[in-house]
């Protein structure tokens, strides 16, 4: 009797931790789009929310994950799931080209300041940044250079700071700058 009290209670265990494990996988980005923002974002209208823009004239293209209206502009949001609670210069750049592309395929204005919210890959607990975007005119140079990169114009490019951006670039075979010296 003692051995099936014990066997049930362990099936009642697992089956709990299953469905405990479920809810809160379903629980992700989608479900509750306020949990973590900032206060100046909450109860905000969502403009855009897993939208590609176009920016013809600068040629660039754009998915964005959310653009809240707030005082008649755009406030761009990335979200990103990590298991350290930090922001990367990627996560600017990505913001900035939206930015641009965003101003010029939807001719609204987009705010110069964005927010990359971190959900903690383990706790699932979301931090947002307040993160300063670039200008056109640098993320047009950063996009000029990486065509000439991509098309040998580059003599010798430099790798990154980062080894593990060097480990996950697509042109770490063409970089003059050998991987194996990182």
Not at 68 to 92: C, F
Not at 156 to 171: E, I, K, L, N, T
Request: with cysteine; net charge positive.
């Amino acid at each position: 009797m003692h051995e099936l009290m014990a066997a049930l209670l362990i099936i009642a265990l697992i089956t709990s931790a299953v469905l405990f494990l479920r809810s809160r996988a379903a629980h992700g980005p989608e479900v509750d789009a306020e949990d973590g923002l900032p206060a100046d974002l909450v109860g905000a209208e969502v403009a855009y929310a897993e939208k590609t823009f176009r920016s013809s004239q600068r040629r660039l293209v754009a998915k964005l994950d959310r653009a809240y209206r707030v005082d008649g502009q755009l406030k761009l949001v990335e979200l990103k799931t990590r298991a350290r609670d930090a922001v990367y210069m990627s996560d600017i750049i990505e913001l900035s080209v939206q930015r641009l592309a965003v101003q010029d395929g939807a001719k609204e204005l987009v705010s110069s300041d964005a927010w990359v919210i971190v959900q903690n890959a383990t706790t699932g607990i979301r931090r947002p940044h307040k993160v300063r975007l670039m200008g056109a005119t640098e993320v047009t140079a950063m996009k000029d250079r990486y065509q000439a990169i991509v098309v040998g114009k580059v003599g010798r490019p430099q790798p990154s700071r980062s080894v593990s951006q060097c480990a996950q670039c697509g042109h770490r075979d063409r970089c003059s700058a050998t991987f194996k010296d990182r």
